[in-house]
């Protein structure tokens, strides 16, 4: 079956821009996560959804990320005056029933951003 | 901040060899994953031991979790060029967020 579907797969935006991340979870899988990766670095977590609603963003770094999932399925991450260091791979990924029920994450293969 | 931490932080075998690698956390915990990310690729879970679990096998693979040490190990029996990759160590301390390890980088060298 289709597993996370993100796009776009690269992203170069210039400094100050505006950027939306997508991602479309597996069907059916209640919980939603971000994360971001720098070369040579494990994943940070940024944000996780169960639902359509926001249970943990205590990972965002500062107001200008922000991420939606209005309807309970497909997923936007929006980052603001983009800045050189928010250059990094963000991952997505989505479980059936979230943590703490013991449901391993099915991740997406993440969108490259690069702020020149 | 980073829950688990892996070492080593590269590991360099032949073909044929056992791969052995080390996670250790600080907090307790609900569960503990392995995960494996191909250079370029999203990452893939491997296997999920509960806190309350010792031992889990997986086709090659076997992990271990002691938690009065806080550590956890994966090894890799009878490697094949194709393990070469990063492994995570990740675990759930409850609260929804799984907090990921800087990883061990494999190479298996055939």
């Known amino acids: 079956g289709a597993g996370v579907s993100q796009t776009p797969s690269n992203k170069v935006t210039e400094k100050g821009k505006y950027v939306e991340l997508r991602c479309d979870p597996i069907?059916?899988?209640?919980?939603l996560y971000w994360y971001r990766q720098s070369l040579g670095q494990g994943p940070e977590f940024l944000i996780y959804?169960?639902?359509?609603?926001?249970?943990?963003d205590s990972g965002l770094p500062n107001d200008r990320f922000f991420a939606v999932r209005p309807e309970g399925s497909v997923s936007t991450l929006k980052i603001q005056r983009t800045e050189r260091g928010d250059s990094a791979v963000y991952l997505c990924?989505?479980?059936?029933?979230?943590?703490?029920?013991?449901?391993?994450?099915?991740f997406g293969n993440g969108t490259r951003l690069t702020v020149t | 901040s980073q829950q688990g931490e892996e070492d080593p932080q590269a590991l360099s075998i032949q073909e044929g060899e056992n791969a052995t690698m080390n996670c250790s956390y600080k907090?307790?915990?609900?569960?503990l994953q392995w995960y494996r990310q191909n250079s370029g690729r999203g990452l893939v879970h491997l296997i999920l031991?509960?806190?309350?679990?010792r031992e889990k096998h997986s086709g090659r693979l076997r992990v271990t979790l002691d938690t009065s040490k806080k550590s956890s190990s994966l090894l890799i029996t009878a490697s094949r060029a194709a393990d070469t990759a990063s492994y995570f160590c990740?675990?759930?301390?409850?609260?929804?967020?799984?907090?990921f390890g800087q990883g061990t980088e494999l190479s298996v060298k055939p």
């Open positions: 990924a989505s479980s059936l029933m979230g943590q703490g029920y013991n449901s391993p994450l099915h």
């Open positions: 069907s059916g899988h209640t919980a």
């Open positions: 959804f169960q639902g359509t609603g926001a249970a943990d």
């Open positions: 907090t307790s915990i609900n569960n």
């Open positions: 031991i509960r806190s309350n679990e």
């Open positions: 990740a675990t759930d301390r409850g609260g929804g967020k799984l907090i």
